[in-house]
């Protein structure tokens, strides 16, 4: 199978070398890798300018600098990094965020995947962060969900859902996701291996605890439960920076929704995510009356079987 990789990248010259050097030593290399630069003030769009002289699969697209953060520019580097390859014959197109790092058989194992199971829309795997983080372990998303940083998609699947939504407050990667599954294709997170993270999700230009505030206010504006999100909030308690990160989860979610704020996604789609978290408190709860350790990773999963 054939795939191309797309990238935008804001600010990344202390980590994006080594996303670069990753993507470079794949066994499986892409037809095309554009990388967008999105107005960068460090030297990023000048490390992959090296890169791309070395390697002419390798595109450079330079953006103009803009004060803020807008999520809605993951979307806006992905359409435009498409357009560029219409030409282009694909089966897989890959979002690859540029402070990642894997081994040279991460593609390849990834496209079996894909060849191996035709309803496979979505793929990816779970991932590491500096500190001892583990996805499956510290994250309360699951197998059924492909995190942001590295997700895969077949190219039908990416079509039908319309691509990514240009949501300016985030969850760009989280409505993508979940839309592929509310139209009945496959989205699997693969434990059988691991890509690291090089700086926390969210803290690109903000600290962990702010970070938190905004997951939470994300929380309620992709239309979490209630329900749900108590517990995360409970589970998060237990997680560094401890207090101040559950209170500040909490404080996001109860933040936005006293504001009311604007919910960019359907009333369906509300309704299924909805669905989705309490078919895994259930599996979850199956599990400790059972005198299991709770599995976050595969308790949607293993509900679904029983």
Same mark, same amino acid.
């Given at each position: 199978?054939?795939y ?7 600010n990344?010259?202390?980590f994006?070398?080594g996303?670069?050097d990753?993507v470079t030593?794949?066994?499986r290399?892409?037809?095309r890798w554009? =990388?967008i ?8 769009a000048?490390?992959?300018a090296e890169y791309a002289?070395?390697?002419? *699969?390798i595109?450079l ?8 953060r807008?999520? $809605?520019?993951?979307a806006?580097?992905?359409n435009a $990094?498409? $357009?560029q ?10 979002n690859l965020d ?10 390849e ?5 894909f060849a191996?199971?035709?309803?496979l829309?979505?793929a ?5 962060q500096?500190?001892?983080y583990?996805?499956t &372990?510290?994250s309360f998303e699951?197998e ?10 077949r190219r ?12 300016p407050a985030?969850?760009?990667? *989280?409505?993508a996701?979940?839309?592929a599954r509310?139209?009945? *294709?496959?989205?699997r ?7 690291h993270?090089?700086r926390?999700?969210?803290?690109a230009?903000?600290?962990?605890v702010a $970070?938190?505030f ?9 239309g979490?439960s209630?329900? *749900?999100?108590?517990f @995360?909030v409970t589970? @998060?308690?237990?997680?560094k920076?401890?207090l101040?990160?559950?209170l ?6 109860v933040w936005a929704?006293?504001k @009311?704020?604007p @919910?960019?996604?359907?009333p369906?789609l509300v309704?299924?995510?909805r669905a989705?978290?309490m &078919?895994k408190?259930?599996g =979850?709860?199956?599990s400790l ?7 976050n990773?595969?308790a949607t ?6």
């Open positions: 199978m054939k191309i990789l797309i990238t935008a990248a804001r990344e010259a202390a994006i070398t996303t670069l990753s030593a794949q066994t290399l892409p037809e554009v =990388i630069d999105d107005g960068s003030s460090d030297r990023t000048e490390i992959v002289r070395k390697f002419p *699969w595109g697209v330079r953006n103009p600098k803009r004060e803020g807008n999520f $809605a520019a993951k806006d580097a992905v $990094a498409l $357009a390859m219409a030409g282009l014959e694909f089966e897989v197109l890959g540029a402070d990642t790092t894997f081994a040279p058989d991460y593609m194992f990834l496209l079996r995947k191996a199971d035709a309803r829309g979505v990816g795997t779970p991932f590491t500096d500190g001892g583990d996805s &372990k510290d699951g059924n969900f492909v995190a942001g940083p590295i997700q895969l998609f039908e699947c990416f079509r039908d859902i319309g691509g990514y939504t240009a949501s985030g969850g760009v990667d *989280w409505i996701v979940m839309t509310l139209k009945g *294709w496959t989205t997170s693969f434990a059988d291996k691991r890509y993270h090089h926390l999700m969210g803290t230009e903000r600290s962990p $970070a938190l905004s997951y939470g206010q994300k929380d309620y504006y992709l979490g209630p329900v *749900w999100q108590l @995360r589970y @998060r308690l237990a997680k920076p401890f101040a990160g559950g500040a989860l909490l404080g996001g979610y929704a006293v @009311r704020v @919910r960019p996604i359907s369906e309704q299924f995510n989705e978290q &078919k408190l259930k =979850i709860f199956r009356l059972h005198l299991k350790k709770a599995d990773f595969s999963t293993k509900h679904e079987t029983l």
